[in-house]
């Protein structure tokens, strides 16, 4: 295939995303189980003082959950506010409020959601996925209470049409059920067929108002490309959660199990157009900062060993999992799972033998933490671009938290 008919596929499938950004843009609105509640967030634009004040405090505090590690891997514990330095943009910050958390103490304890993939795995991959998420059901339990999970589980289930998340609950029997109720039915995904060679303008949504205009360099051909629309699906899916969490109490780790979308080939798929590049961008700091301010750590479990190993990335590499600055240097894989469960706080773990175990690995994360809160400077312009960094004075301990944030003004 020639480069030019290559290139104009990539651009295509980026042009797919446009449908990402915006409320308005979640056309499939997650199915919830018997007893379930969907939250819906409150009218984007304050009406009173009170409301914009809210929204203010909202963008520009922030918490974040720090996990500190020794060097056997085992939480830190007795660290105090003194021990802890914050760096934004390579800036000391002072600190708001400081406290420790251990396990499910607190009025909102952890809630732990467990996403399986049926949109980029197949039945047979989904029924290897459930058989681990049962064992882990199995093995985690309340020390005092063993029909009691350690913490508030959902069951989460990706498919063609949305993300469909079940009620938290601790009572094993009841997180079981709603285990098998979502995925004993599993249909093979289907790629929608999008015609032939006909040229079409694509439609651009300006950020998160959700306004429809069309901002197009040239016409691109229509393409009947899979990875698009699993890609397609499957942000607008993170998207959707993590935007909802804003609106619960407490923090969240999102386990997202299988081997997640497609990751774009980085030095193809980069975006000739400035209205695509700027409208991911867009999406990307929607998504960074809805983590950050819904509490959201994402974990991406059995992933593919691209851009993997943190140990073999160069500082290229290093730029590009801890976020991009501006939309000229963004590409579709800015958007990929591994990305974003790295800038959320997550783990990116390997394709291993134990999946009961890894998801333990990454509930694990609620056992001790520090939760440290500070004040974000305001933006000389919308969706600027800071770096993270949570450092202590002990250099043999491990910190692991968000790695950037976009401000506003």
Known sequence: MRKGSTMAQLEMIIAFTLILAGNSAWS????????????????????TQEERDRAYQAAHHTILN??????????????????????????????????????????APTRIILMLDAVNNTPKEIANDRKGVENFLAQSQDAQ???????PTSIGFLTAAGASVSKASRDRASVQGQLHQLTDTVTPFACAQKGGDEMEEIPIFQGNAGTNITAVDRPVKKTN????????????????????????????????????????????????????????????AVISNAMREGQVTVDAVFVPDQLRNLEQRS???????????TENEMTASSLGLQMLAHQSGG?????????????????????????????????????????LEVKTDDPALTVRTNTNYYAEP
Not at 376 to 381: E, M, N, Y
């Open 28 to 47: 499939q609105q997650p199915t919830a189980p018997p007893g379930d509640t969907v939250h819906h967030p409150p009218a984007l634009t304050p009406r």
């Open 66 to 107: 720090v996990l500190v590690t020794d060097g056997s891997g085992k939480p830190a514990h007795g660290l105090r506010e003194k021990d802890f330095t914050v760096l934004d943009n390579g800036q000391p910050r002072p600190l708001a409020t400081f406290r420790a958390v251990e396990g499910s103490k607190g009025i």
């Open 145 to 151: 209470n063993p029909a009691q999970l350690a913490y």
């Open 225 to 284: 490309n899979c990875d698009g629309d699993r890609y397609r699906l499957s942000v607008a899916a993170l998207k959707h959660l993590v935007e909802q969490q804003q609106y619960e109490q407490g923090r969240a780790i999102l386990v997202w199990i299988g081997k997640s979308w497609p990751l774009l080939p980085h030095n193809e798929a980069k975006v000739n157009s400035t209205g695509l590049r700027q409208n991911l961008f867009d999406n990307l």
């Open 315 to 325: 500082d290229h590499d290093n730029r590009f999992f801890n976020g991009v600055a």
């Open 347 to 387: 783990l990116v773990l390997i394709d291993g033998k134990d999946l009961a175990a890894e998801i333990a690995q990454c509930v694990a994360d609620a056992q001790l933490y520090y939760a440290l809160s500070f004040e974000l400077p305001p933006a000389g312009s919308p969706g600027e671009f800071h770096s």
